[in-house]
């Protein structure tokens, strides 16, 4: 899965003369020094400091032009495709930029503030293909629970119940993330890899709704163990002003996992228990599994000496899980009855959901992008007060219209929802110190899925009590506000800082 080395050569004309560009090191995405000595007709430069494997440019006067040659290599596993164009079109860029040390202001938009190296790049990539997977066995039961439903006839209540009993699995990551603060992130991420596809997929040959419930309250938790831990270890191995960054990066990575999940919705077109080929394809995340058992290693900050069995900070741990409550609150019951509203209010068939979903929410991770980015450079806080009450409205609106405006609202509540998203995440592994960083991940993940237990229960109940959905989810939406109030009230702001200065 190594990239190859890639050439691009350039021609540039003498006049205007490219000579004062042509001959300085480059300091933006990658940081040049010298090969050798540098003249006023040839130089050699090499990387310095950057994310490449390789990287070679050689500058050669003629005598009608100047002649770059670039010769690069960048290993970002999985998604090297993705970052190929961009990155070409970084490296034709002609001249240097300002700049020094670590900061890269010369870095492209769609770059992190902080200069990354090629081990850096490589855990990200590691880590975004776990969250691929991470994502669609926590998205599989949500998406299918419906379809499952009405297999075995079951109703609301039912498909509340079994919601909530999925999410309550949660307990069994408890123990994943002591040990991740005893033995290492990498070894239990390793285990969680492997186990989470397997014990998902047995929901495939489940012989009624309550043995599917079953497989799917193990296989799922252990899908969120993966998903809290690769966050963990982005937060330790990421510079200062790229920690947010990197979370909306394995949000978008998640974004993409759950929409193969969504994709495969079509599936269950085909037949009455067709649904049951969803779960079969779980089984191809093995192959990432695969890739993690070879390549990624554990984080540095983990090896460095370090206190254990650290007491997580009660304060700290109380509004970050009071947040986690009122988000979930309602982002749970939004996200798991939203297929059922599309099916029965709005009469979507399976491939009409595919399509609505995949409408709405794909687009929207331009919103991780831009959260990333205001997060790192602006600071969390401010993001959060904006994005997360506009985010609930929209999504509210979309419960309670239909045609058109439900397209645009769904769309415009995930796309302010992305933005929010990286800002809140980044606090889950920023606020403790190394020694509990694991455990306080695990038991704030517990936190948010308790609000999000108490918001499908809740909405369960009300929808077979004869409320709509559009009043059901303005009113979970309270806790939102709840949720920046404690915000803005509790928390600090740790943008641009080292985790050991804020932890």
Do not use: C, K
Not at 176 to 183: C, E, H, Q, S
Not at 364 to 386: E, P, S, T
Not at 438 to 455: H, K
Request: aromatic letters at 8%; zero cysteines.
């Amino acid at each position: 899965m190594s990239a190859s080395t890639r050439t691009l050569v350039r021609n540039w004309p003498l006049i205007p003369d490219p000579a004062d560009d042509l001959l300085l090191p480059r300091n933006d995405l990658v940081q040049e020094q010298p090969e050798g000595d540098v003249d006023e007709h040839s130089a050699t430069f090499v990387q310095a400091a950057g994310p490449f494997t390789e990287w070679t440019r050689r500058v050669q006067r003629h005598h009608d032009h100047w002649e770059e040659r670039t010769d690069y290599r960048l290993d970002i596993p999985w998604f090297g495709w993705l970052f190929a164009l961009p990155v070409r079109l970084f490296v034709a860029r002609r001249g240097h930029a300002p700049g020094h040390g670590h900061a890269a202001p010369g870095n492209p938009w769609w770059a992190p503030r902080d200069r990354l190296n090629a081990r850096a790049v490589a855990v990200l990539g590691l880590l975004a293909a776990a969250a691929m997977s991470s994502a669609f066995i926590n998205t599989l039961f949500t998406q299918t629970a419906t379809f499952a439903a009405t297999d075995f006839g079951v109703g609301d209540t039912a498909i509340g119940v079994a919601g909530a009993v999925v999410r309550a699995g949660i307990l069994i990551t408890i123990p994943l993330a002591v040990l991740a603060d005893r033995i290492g992130r990498r070894r239990v991420v390793v285990i969680a890899a492997w186990s989470a596809p397997i014990v998902t997929a047995l929901g495939a040959i489940a012989p009624n709704f309550w043995s599917l419930v079953a497989t799917q309250a193990i296989g799922r938790p252990l899908g969120l163990a993966l998903d809290f831990l690769i966050a963990v270890i982005a937060a330790e191995e990421m510079p200062r002003n790229t920690r947010a960054y990197a979370i909306s990066i394995l949000a978008m990575a998640s974004g993409l996992g759950a929409g193969i999940a969504v994709a495969a919705l079509p599936l269950t077109d085909l037949g009455p228990s067709s649904w049951r080929l969803v779960y079969v394809i779980t089984l191809i995340w093995l192959v990432v599994a695969v890739d993690i058992t070879r390549r990624l290693p554990e984080t540095r900050r983990f090896i460095t000496p370090h206190r254990e069995h650290v007491p997580i900070d009660r304060r700290r741990f109380a509004i970050l899980a009071g947040i986690a409550v009122g988000v979930n609150l309602f982002v749970a019951p939004a996200s798991f009855f939203q297929n059922r509203y599309l099916d029965e209010v709005r009469g979507l068939s399976g491939s009409g959901i595919a399509v609505f979903t995949l409408t709405t929410a794909t687009p929207a991770a331009l919103g991780l992008v831009l959260g990333g980015q205001l997060a790192d450079r602006r600071g969390r806080r401010r993001v959060i007060a904006v994005a997360l009450p506009v985010a609930a409205s929209l999504i509210t609106v979309s419960f309670a219209v239909g045609g058109p405006p439900m397209w645009f609202s769904a769309f415009a509540g995930g796309l302010a929802g992305g933005v929010a998203y990286p800002a809140i995440a980044v606090y889950r592994s920023e606020l403790f110190p190394t020694g509990n960083r694991g455990r306080a991940a695990g038991l704030l993940t517990v936190a948010a899925l308790l609000g999000g237990v108490i918001g499908l229960l809740a909405t369960g109940a009300l929808l077979d009590g004869g409320w709509s959905h559009g009043a059901v989810m303005a009113l979970l939406a309270s806790g939102q506000i709840v949720a920046v109030a404690l915000v803005l009230g509790g928390l600090p702001e740790t943008a641009h800082r080292e985790l050991e200065e804020i932890s």
